[in-house]
């Protein structure tokens, strides 16, 4: 009896009870899910078991993750969209107009899971050599250390850039629909068309169907997964002392708060309203976190 080692491997896409694995040497195969309880998301890393004359491949369990890029669904319940990510690429441009409030809580989303976080301000060529409005909005960011890149996806503009962002990360594009990420991708990927069809087909799954993430490789190393269904997440455990690690100016100016669990609302002596009222925390991004304080505080009473 010639026994069948298992092997280990990445979940490059999943649908349903299949999911589509990739082995060491870049080869993917279609797994079916041993048992009921696993539930494999897209950057998953798992052990699964090649074709026998009797079985098709298996896959047999998840590994702990790292992280995990959640939101809730339509039913209140945390959904997991994807798995071990090193980096949230947050794609914004001039139209639709672009809301600094959802690039705060997808850089919170990047802080909470310790991934890192950058802006893209994609379809620069609709934008004169003076900028626009957001530009001042891409500073404050820029000056928080997160980087920002300017991008045009139909006129290739800072694509070597964004290519170098991307490098050996398993990045995540994440923004309002519409901004460019399936765009942006197919310019990095020039064969993607190609790719899509075949982990589509594979699956099983409709060629214009958007439900599932997808990893895709660039040939500088890095890893990035179209997650078409990334529209909001969820602040999930977002008590209030975890709130303020989704903002890095917060967290480091309320170690000079009096109270040691200051919330910064209206405690005395708290140093984080103090910076915002001098201006050096700036007041929208304050005002941010106070939405996603209350946001928090109303789904921890739902649930
Ligand atoms: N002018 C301009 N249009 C773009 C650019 N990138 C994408 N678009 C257009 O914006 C629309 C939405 O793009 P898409 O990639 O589907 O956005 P997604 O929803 O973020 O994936 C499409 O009509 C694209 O042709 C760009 O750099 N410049
Ligand atoms: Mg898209
Ligand atoms: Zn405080």
Redesign the pocket.
């Known amino acids: 009896m010639t026994a069948i080692a298992d092997c280990h491997g990445t979940v490059v896409s999943n649908f349903g009870r299949r999911a589509l694995v990739e082995d060491a040497t870049g080869e993917r195969h279609q797994c079916m899910l041993s048992s009921r309880s696993l539930r494999p998301v897209t950057g998953d890393h798992v052990v699964w078991r090649p074709a026998t004359p009797s079985s098709q491949p298996l896959l047999l369990s998840v590994e702990e993750r790292r992280n995990a890029l959640v939101r809730p669904n339509n039913r209140g319940k945390i959904e997991v969209l994807a798995a071990n990510i090193t980096q949230v690429v947050i794609?914004v441009?001039p139209s639709p107009e672009p809301d600094p409030f959802i690039v705060d809580r997808y850089i919170a989303a990047a802080e909470f899971m310790t991934a890192d976080a950058a802006i893209v301000c994609?379809?620069?060529?609709?934008i004169g050599a003076d900028g626009f409005e957001f530009d001042a909005e891409l500073d404050v960011f820029a000056a928080l250390g997160y980087p920002t890149l300017l991008?045009?996806?139909?006129?290739h503009?800072g694509l070597g850039e964004l290519r170098d962002l991307l490098q050996s990360h398993t990045s995540i594009?994440v923004?309002?629909?519409?901004?460019?990420?399936?765009?942006?991708?197919?310019a990095l990927l020039p064969d993607l068309d190609l790719a899509t069809q075949s982990v589509s087909a594979s699956l099983g799954e409709g060629r214009h169907t958007t439900t599932a993430s997808t990893l895709y490789h660039l040939d500088n190393g890095g890893r990035i997964i179209d997650s078409?269904g990334v529209r909001d997440y969820a602040p999930g455990q977002a008590l209030d002392g975890q709130v303020q690690q989704g903002f890095v100016e917060i967290e480091a100016a309320s170690q000079r708060c009096r109270f040691h669990n200051c919330v910064h609302m209206k405690e005395p002596g708290c140093a984080v309203i103090e910076a915002v009222t001098a201006q050096t925390i700036s007041p929208r991004r304050y005002e941010s976190y106070r939405r996603l304080l209350r946001l928090g505080r109303d789904l921890s009473r739902q649930y």
Do not use: F, I, M
């Open positions: 794609v441009a994609n379809k620069r060529d609709l991008t045009s996806a139909v006129g503009e594009l923004g309002q629909s519409g901004t460019g990420k399936s765009s942006l991708l197919n078409p």
